[in-house]
């Protein structure tokens, strides 16, 4: 089965389980135990479209997206990339495809080097992977920062320069530079202030109609979620409870963790929020 | 202490930090009261100057490069220049105060039920026994499951939902008539975070408990507040009820808040109304109105600071900061379609 490129789902993950083990012991380390962190799920990511992962902490959605790009190795379970197994391959086998599949992490300020300047981090992805250099470099850079909402004055700055909202653009320029096809963005809103939070959602919507990206959205927001995403997935402790369209499952969830996830989300319309809190109090 | 005067009046606050780079001025005239039993939402960004307003009102935010002006009355008494000893009385005495982070505000060394007994022990003449019972009481009138046994837990051993719940149940415990919830919710799950806001509901309407909520979310604002003050750049631009908050907002500020959210009740739009640009730092602020540079209303007059006044002729407690008059407010938020009352109300009710 070696469904060549164009053929059936960008991203198709089947069964993955990551288990840590809990081990005793000094010299001799048995293991006790063992955190199911992922424990079975599959879902499939289509060409140009979103899928959202929702859950709450110690759901095991970050889990899944670090053993989906290999950056942990699964435990068990089959991750396939463009109709290629990439489970289990090797750092060097890896390197290529990371090309085609690029993240967005949560914390703008912890994801930027701080000893770089934007260009070079922004350009860094081009010149390892070989792209782009010296004078093509820097006006790729240039073109993806004017793309993402900076300007080319902030070539040479560094991230502490920038706000919350700045950063995560930064973030975003550098994993678009290699043209990826599928972007993980795990949590790339919920560190940000309210009235940025939109601009950094309205560009990524923007960003995959020019590019046909495919994003795997991790987010424990369902709001934010269900704005960004064609399809969302909900996770809960290791599992995936309830996947469907996106709309579907905000308005007419399936699932009891579902509704209760949906039911805890604060409605922001004091009448609304007073009625559906009667409503639940019977 | 006449019944009808406010329990907390809070009037021409100012806090400024001396940095290298200059003074900033996190707190710029802020001006508010508190009456008995109500709960005020304080609603704004990073760097707002919310949390500072918070700190200031009980003394955290005194220090050799501080510089506070204004005045903070708790039932008539003035808090601006008391001395330390007072204000260790009214700390946790008279105003009890809540962090974001419950995991930080404990000492992780010691048992959860001690650390609730060293507050009870250094404000009252009780014995270590009737401490450790009061304690008890603390954490199961607060909702924790098994308090006899779990008062001899260390934190670490709470979840982050129970940590935030013996937060409040130290809050508490001294019998507080003012409590001040920083960000209460936000490190915690929508799940649990509904807990802890049906939590500070009941607090509310069983002990009367006047309560200042520092939130930038506004979906928890319309859950449990009465009053909203919103601040921007250090100043307040918004002040009203609830209800005149979200369903006649009056500052392009709070438009934007309450366009920009995400709503579960209502079909997604294309696109999500969008704030530009972003905060201003303070050590540059803008001229005049301080949002006027990402305002799409500004005009000449907005170069002049407005005032924080009442605009309409009948709502005299809904105040705000800006020049537009009423009807231009109106059409502009229309035209904008951001806001809540205006937008389709075809969704399916939950």
């Known amino acids: 089965m070696s469904g060549g490129e164009g053929a059936g789902a960008l991203l198709e993950v089947t069964d993955l389980v990551k288990h840590f083990p809990v081990k005793r012991g000094i010299l001799i380390e048995h293991e006790v135990d063992r955190v199911r962190a992922v424990d079975g799920i599959s879902f499939s990511v289509e060409r140009g479209q979103t899928l959202g992962l929702v859950g709450e902490s110690g759901s095991g959605k970050s889990t899944a997206c670090r053993a989906v790009l290999q950056l942990i190795r699964p435990t068990s379970g089959s991750v396939r990339f463009q109709g290629r197994e990439i489970s289990g391959l090797s750092r060097r086998q890896m390197r290529p495809l990371r090309r085609e599949m690029q993240m967005i992490f949560q914390d703008p300020y912890a994801s930027l080097n701080p000893r770089k300047r934007v260009g070079q981090i922004v350009g860094d992805p081009l010149k390892r992977q070989k792209v782009a250099s010296g004078k093509e470099l820097r006006t790729r850079v240039l073109e993806l920062l004017e793309r993402v909402g900076l300007s080319t004055e902030h070539y040479d700055r560094f991230p502490h320069e920038f706000s919350g909202g700045q950063r995560q653009r930064i973030g975003i320029a550098r994993a678009l530079a290699l043209k990826p096809k599928l972007v993980i963005c795990d949590e790339p809103v919920s560190a940000l202030d309210v009235s940025i939070q939109a601009q950094i959602v309205n560009l990524l919507d923007d960003l995959q109609d020019e590019f046909g990206l495919a994003y795997l959205f991790v987010a424990h927001d369902i709001g934010v979620v269900r704005h960004i995403a064609d399809r969302i997935a909900v996770m809960h402790a290791g599992k995936l409870v309830e996947e469907g369209d996106a709309d579907q499952v905000c308005e007419s969830p399936r699932d009891d963790y579902t509704k209760k996830l949906l039911a805890a989300v604060p409605i922001p319309d004091p009448r609304r929020s007073r009625e559906r809190r009667a409503g639940t109090a019977r | ?350």
Not at chain 2, 13 to 36: H, Y
Not at chain 2, 98 to 113: A, E
Not at chain 2, 298 to 320: M, T
């Open chain 2, 1 to 350: 202490m006449s019944p009808d005067q406010p329990l907390l009046a809070v009037s021409g606050l100012r806090v400024g930090f001396a940095t290298e780079a200059g003074t900033v001025q996190a707190v710029d005239g802020v001006s508010f009261e508190l009456g008995r039993g109500e709960v005020l939402a304080i609603v704004g960004e990073s760097g707002s100057g919310k949390s500072v307003t918070a700190q200031t009102l009980i003394g955290l935010t005194r220090s050799s490069n501080s510089s506070i002006e204004g005045s903070v009355k708790l039932d008539g008494q003035e808090l601006i220049g008391a001395g330390d000893a007072q204000l260790r009385e009214v700390r946790g005495e008279r105003v009890g105060m809540i962090f974001q982070d419950p995991m930080t505000s404990f000492n992780p060394v010691y048992k959860i039920g001690d650390q609730i007994v060293e507050a009870i022990r250094a404000h009252r003449d009780l014995s270590r026994a009737q401490s450790r019972r009061r304690a008890m009481e603390l954490l199961d009138s607060v909702g924790i499951a098994e308090a006899d046994r779990r008062v001899d837990d260390y934190p670490h051993e709470f979840s982050g939902g129970m940590r935030q719940r013996a937060m409040i149940a130290m809050a508490l415990a001294l019998e507080p008539v003012v409590l001040i919830a920083d960000e209460p919710t936000t490190a915690l799950d929508v799940t649990i975070q509904a807990q802890i806001l049906r939590l500070l509901e009941r607090l509310n309407r069983e002990r009367g408990l006047a309560t200042i909520l520092i939130t930038h979310d506004l979906g928890v604002v319309a859950e449990v507040a009465h009053r909203v003050l919103v601040m921007y750049a250090g100043r307040v631009v918004e002040e009203g009820t609830l209800e005149e908050n979200f369903y006649d907002p009056q500052h392009p500020y709070t438009w934007g808040l309450i366009g920009s959210l995400t709503r579960l009740d209502r079909p997604r739009p294309h696109r999500l109304p969008q704030i530009a640009g972003a905060p201003p730092s303070l050590l540059e602020l803008p001229q005049g109105c301080h949002f006027r540079p990402r305002c799409p209303h500004e005009f000449s007059k907005c170069q002049q600071l407005p005032g924080l006044e009442a605009r309409l002729a009948d709502a005299p407690a809904h105040r705000d900061r800006c020049w537009l008059g009423p009807e231009q407010k109106r059409e502009r938020r229309q035209v904008e379609g951001q806001i809540g009352l205006e937008a389709p109300q075809e969704a399916p009710g939950g």
